[in-house]
């Protein structure tokens, strides 16, 4: 029983930790695009 808890609590922490990685490689791309986004409007501003 003890085990159960202690894979599920695992395979918990597991998911979080992924869907966190994933979370921030989604943030950064934002960034990244927003970035581009400005810098793009800048150079045709110029």
């Known amino acids: 029983?003890?085990?159960q808890?202690?894979?599920l609590e695992k395979r918990?922490?597991?998911m979080q930790?992924?869907?966190f990685k994933r979370k921030c490689y989604v943030l950064g791309?934002?960034?990244k695009l927003k970035?581009?986004?400005i810098l793009g409007i800048l150079?045709?501003?110029y």
């Open 43 to 45: 150079f045709t501003a």
């Open 1 to 3: 029983m003890a085990q």
């Open 5 to 7: 808890l202690v894979s």
């Open 35 to 37: 970035r581009h986004t």
């Open 12 to 14: 918990e922490l597991n």
């Open 29 to 31: 791309n934002y960034v």
């Open 17 to 19: 930790k992924k869907y």
